[in-house]
């Protein structure tokens, strides 16, 4: 909430739209964890994510990444876990 601005409200109402049925214990540690990288990162901006995202889904070449300065494995630990993700519920 604090990293993209949003409202608890906001942010509980995005969530239950991403995961309707919640998520599995092992899905919410992986984003914990994250989460937990995320606070740490000074420099991470949100459309990282969102282009991450694009890029693993397949409608953005992956050459747009280079323009986020955010450490290599900070990339790799959100590329995992959105993949995963997106994974676990067919979209890639």
Request: include cysteine.
């Amino acid at each position: 909430m604090d990293k993209f601005n949003l409202s608890e409200q906001d942010a509980e109402s995005m969530f239950y739209e991403a995961y309707p049925d919640g998520l599995s214990p092992q899905e919410e540690e992986m984003v914990d964890d994250l989460d937990n990288t995320l606070n740490r990162v000074v420099d991470l901006k949100p459309s990282l994510i969102t282009d991450m995202t694009d890029v693993l889904m397949g409608t953005l070449p992956e050459e747009c990444l280079t323009q986020y300065t955010t450490d290599s494995q900070v990339q790799n630990q959100i590329k995992i876990v959105v993949g995963t993700l997106l994974k676990s519920r067919n979209l890639i």
